[in-house]
Every structure is written in structure tokens, then in C-alpha cells.
């Protein structure tokens, strides 16, 4: 899609936003000076993707897929923002790198990150997307969601080496992931970025199930030396960030 057709589908949607009875093709074209042909072709694309809906009287609203994508960007924004406090007293508390992400769709998405005073570099930043079954992050997504749902996905992903490190073997991973989980928390031994080494825990919702993950990453050597403080301070983050969400459980 060109520059010039997404910004049509952004003035759409912020158009749409403003009319919550809805407008039909020929009010949206008008309204905003779009030729009605080509309006017509992006309105039928929108919709029969879900993101608009049409009513009796042919007039287009904004439609569910929207809500599932709003949703989703207000949970990830709540549980950053839930958050923060936690992640800064666990870097602060443990001085290393501290990450937060969330799953979306195969990948997860990172939504905080906070660097210590020696943080070493790493490529993930907020925004990023990274695979789940090389980092620490993903591999809590893969270990502590529903196994249906861990099949699913690693049924229809390619197990790629990204470093020496990487499992690339299905087997060996699902064994890995089902010592995480007896584990309560993750490991990443310099699978993703060779001289990182992670540490990763889950987050869970008011629904009981898990809703971001959370983790400790800094260069290997210095990571093992308080791997057993970094664990302790990094599951109470975790517990107390889930209650702060709404989680009931233990």
C-alpha cells in the first residue's frame, strides 16, 4: 500500500470516529474530497477486512476488528504504564537492563525498557519485535500459554539460528519450556545476542492468564554471578505488577 492510500485509510478511520451513525461511500468521498471510484475500492477493502461494517441503511461504521486492536493497545499501554514503577525498582534494585513485552500475534512486541547505569547494548528497543523461541521474553509467552496454543505457533514457525545458541530443535525446545515452567521463570543463554543472557518472567491478568513478561538481561559472566538475587527480585516484580493488573492468584 502506498503512502498516499494509507493516509486515506487513517482520515477513514479518524472521519468514521467522529460519526458514530455512520456515513455512506458518497458522504465519505465528499467529506473528504476523495475521488468516490477510488473511495468506493478502499471502503470494500476496509470492510470486507473486518475493520468497517455496514448497516440496512448503507452506511459504514467503524467495525470489530478495530475493537480488537484497541483493546489490545490499551492493555499493552495499562500494563506499561501498571508497570514502570515495578521495572525501575527491579533495575534499580538489581542494575541491570529490565524489559517489558507483550505477544502479538507469533512475536512479541516490546513495550518498556529500562537501562541501568552499565546497560550493555542489545538491539531491543520499545516498538521492536523479536521471535519467541530465542529470547527469554518469548520463551515465558511459550512456556506458561495454553499448550494448544504453543503448538499453533510452533508448528508454524522455522526454528532459525540466530546465534550459536539458538535451539533449533522442536523436541529440545519444548523439554526446555516445560523446565521453565516447573521454573516459574525463563532463560535465554545468549540465544538471540551472542554475550546476552536474560532472565524472564510472566505476568498475569485479571482473566488468569498471562499478559506481558518481564525480564533481566546484561552480559553473561555478570548475570550468574546474582542469578539467584536477580530471580528472586524478578518474580516478586512480576507478582506484584500481576496484582497491580488485577490478578488474583498466588
Known amino acids: 500500500m502506498s503512502v498516499k492510500s494509507a493516509e486515506?485509510?487513517?482520515?477513514?478511520?479518524?472521519?468514521?470516529?467522529?460519526?458514530p451513525h455512520g456515513l455512506t461511500i458518497k458522504e465519505i468521498s465528499e467529506t473528504l474530497s476523495f475521488p468516490q471510484s477510488s473511495t468506493s475500492g478502499l471502503i470494500g477493502t476496509l470492510f470486507r477486512a473486518g475493520y468497517l461494517s455496514l448497516d440496512s441503511a448503507n452506511t459504514y461504521k467503524l467495525g470489530p476488528k478495530l475493537i480488537q486492536i484497541g483493546s489490545a493497545?490499551?492493555?499493552?499501554?495499562?500494563?506499561?504504564?501498571?508497570?514502570?514503577?515495578f521495572l525501575k525498582q527491579l533495575m534499580e534494585d538489581v542494575q541491570e537492563t529490565v524489559f517489558m513485552a507483550?505477544?502479538?500475534?507469533?512475536?512479541?512486541?516490546?513495550?518498556?525498557?529500562i537501562d541501568s547505569n552499565r546497560s550493555i547494548r542489545t538491539s531491543a528497543q520499545p516498538g521492536g519485535q523479536k521471535p519467541l523461541y530465542c529470547t527469554g521474553?518469548?520463551?515465558?509467552?511459550?512456556?506458561?500459554?495454553?499448550?494448544?496454543?504453543?503448538?499453533?505457533?510452533?508448528n508454524a514457525v522455522e526454528l532459525f539460528p540466530?546465534?550459536?545458541?539458538?535451539?533449533?530443535?522442536?523436541?529440545?525446545?519444548?523439554?526446555?519450556?516445560?523446565?521453565?515452567?516447573?521454573l516459574g521463570y525463563s532463560i535465554d543463554d545468549e540465544e538471540n545476542e551472542e554475550g546476552l543472557f536474560c532472565l524472564a518472567a510472566p505476568v498475569y491478568g485479571a482473566d488468569q492468564t498471562i499478559q506481558a513478561a518481564i525480564s533481566v538481561a546484561g552480559p553473561k559472566e555478570r548475570m550468574n554471578k546474582q542469578k539467584d538475587y536477580i530471580v528472586e527480585n524478578l518474580l516478586l516484580t512480576a507478582k506484584k505488577i500481576s496484582a497491580s493488573i488485577g490478578y488474583l492468584g498466588a
Not at 486515506?8 to 460519526?19: A, G, M, Y
Not at 493497545?73 to 514503577?85: F, K, T, V
Open 102 to 113: 507483550v505477544l502479538s500475534d507469533q512475536d512479541l512486541v516490546y513495550i518498556a525498557k
Open 8 to 19: 486515506r485509510v487513517l482520515r477513514v478511520f479518524e472521519l468514521l470516529s467522529q460519526k
Open 137 to 154: 521474553l518469548g520463551k515465558v509467552f511459550l512456556a506458561f500459554m495454553p499448550e494448544q496454543n504453543r503448538h499453533t505457533i510452533l
Open 73 to 85: 493497545a490499551m492493555e499493552s499501554l495499562d500494563i506499561s504504564s501498571q508497570g514502570y514503577p
Open 162 to 182: 540466530i546465534t550459536k545458541q539458538t535451539i533449533t530443535d522442536k523436541q529440545q525446545l519444548l523439554e526446555q519450556l516445560r523446565i521453565f515452567w516447573q
